[in-house]
């Protein structure tokens, strides 16, 4: 017999745990499905040899919803702040810099030149409009600013949000931020100033947080207030409507195959699996979500002896240009960031390599990844020894592309759900890959389930 379940979300990553958490919180009795014995997704936190590591993102952005989060779920006390002024640094000829992190530091930077700066000048003072179509990120940095500006800092950037190459990457969809302050105000920093003073409550200094135990906590805090909600090794294997409008999903498990009904169904899986699952009630669904880019990413994370280091590792770690010829695209300081991450006398370092502009990277044995970040890393952090400590994790399908057409692309996939009520997407190629924006999406996804039932 096919079972009814008033609303089923599919993928247990933070966008499929914190919507069916948001929908039984509104008493809507929700069934979270996850095909992998371990919730949480690209959230993996693991001990190892005495480290902790985190195997996907490094820590999280604050954001209002996610500290309201924290609260419900009262993990709040177990929230470990990086320090705010703790420096980010940039490799530029052969040595880390710090980054300017505000105007008045911007315009004092070495980094930048002249003509730069008085780009920035020309922006506060005049107005410049966005071009009608999509722009590159790259192109958009070269129209406002400068192609040193992109190489030097904006490069960096993107490919520590999203290992992506500014080329193809879309401003409005990957940074809507600036592309709505120059619509908006005709100038970015009086744009970004305008968004600034409207956002309410206190001003917060904006820093990456984590957990004492590490990210996963948020994982494991939210599948234990799910508790026999949340099946685990349980995939979805097909989607199909019913005459009253309902869908039928197929689910397979250890325990057998079976089937549910729902009328409300949230998949919270990536583009891949989504498309699959969603083409036996359109094909289009099949052409719009698969052509979506993910950057593959090999996490490398190094344990030294803090003796053997040179470098005090003060600050939050460094993004390097592409233009440096290094394969590492950055790295993280981890324990200059928060407590209990490695040994005492020791440090752990996590790098990142492979991304869109370095495809063939992610595709190295783990061995050889240790030797290559270790050879590029040690000269930088003048570190005398081997890594006492390795561990290597590769992602094929890290972070999705919000390449150029990623907006129409999202607005022609939205008006084909419309066409089947009940239907919504969540997920990482939404709204932002960040965890905080994840976080926001699936929350909104949540009251608009809440606001059609009966
Ligand atoms: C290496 C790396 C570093 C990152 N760094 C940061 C960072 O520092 N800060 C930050 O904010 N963000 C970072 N991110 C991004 C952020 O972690 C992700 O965008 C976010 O966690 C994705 O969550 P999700 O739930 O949308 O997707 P996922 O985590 O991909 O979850 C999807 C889930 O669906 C499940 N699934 C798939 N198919 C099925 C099926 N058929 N049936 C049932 N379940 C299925 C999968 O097993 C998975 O658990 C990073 C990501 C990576 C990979």
């Known amino acids: 017999m096919t079972r009814h379940v008033p609303a089923l979300v599919v993928g247990g990553g933070i966008s499929g745990l914190v919507c069916a958490y948001a929908l039984r919180k509104a008493r809507i009795d929700a069934q979270l499905v996850e095909s992998s014995p371990r919730p949480g997704g690209v959230i993996n936190s693991v001990t190892r040899d005495g480290f902790l590591l985190e195997l996907g993102p490094q820590s999280f ?197 079976q089937s549910v009904y729902t009328r409300s169904l949230i998949l919270a899986t990536p583009t891949d699996v989504t498309a699959r699952l969603l083409s036996s009630l359109d094909s289009s669904f099949e052409t719009l979500l698969s052509p979506i880019e993910y950057a593959a990413v090999a996490v490398v994370s190094l344990g030294y002896r803090k003796k053997d280091m040179g470098h005090s590792l003060h600050g939050f770690g460094f993004l390097v240009p592409r233009s440096a010829g290094l394969r590492v695209l950055g790295s993280v300081w981890n324990s200059s960031l928060f407590p209990g991450r490695a040994p005492e006398g020791q440090a752990l370092v996590t790098c990142f390599v492979g991304g869109t502009t370095d495809k063939a990277a992610a595709t190295r044995e783990p061995q050889k990844l240790v030797s290559l970040v270790h050879s590029e890393v040690s000269p930088l952090l003048s570190i005398q020894s081997e890594p006492a400590f390795s561990n290597v994790t590769i992602w094929q399908r890290a972070l999705p592309q919000y390449n150029l057409g990623h907006a129409d692309r999202l607005a022609r996939i939205d008006q084909l759900r419309a066409k089947f009520p009940g239907l919504w997407l969540a997920g990482n190629y939404l709204q932002g890959p960040a965890i905080g924006a994840c976080v926001d999406q699936a929350l909104a996804v949540a009251e608009e389930v809440r606001e059609r039932r009966p």
């Open 61 to 257: 952005s604050g954001t209002s919803q996610l500290r309201q989060l924290y609260e419900d779920l009262g993990i709040s006390n177990q929230v470990v702040q990086a320090p705010p002024r703790a420096p980010r640094n940039v490799l530029i000829d052969g040595k880390l810099r710090p980054v300017p992190l505000s105007l008045p530091a911007f315009f004092m930077s070495s980094l930048i030149n002249g003509s730069t700066k008085w780009a920035l000048v020309r922006d506060i003072l005049g107005k410049s409009t966005p071009p009608d179509g999509d722009e590159s990120v790259a192109s958009f940095v070269c129209r406002k600013f400068s192609a040193q500006l992109l190489d030097r800092l904006v490069g960096p950037f993107v490919s520590g949000i999203y290992a992506g190459d500014p080329e193809h990457l879309s401003i409005r969809s990957a940074f809507p931020q600036l592309y709505e302050a120059e619509k908006a105000a005709g100038s970015i920093v009086r744009g970004m100033l305008r968004l600034a003073k409207s956002r309410k409550g206190p001003r917060e200094r904006p820093t990456l947080h984590s957990f004492r135990e590490g990210n996963e906590k948020l994982v494991r805090a939210l599948a234990n207030k799910l508790g026999s909600a949340l099946l685990a090794e349980t995939s979805v294997t097909r989607v199909s409507t019913r005459n009253d409008g309902s869908f039928e999903v197929g689910l397979e498990s250890p325990a057998g195959d």
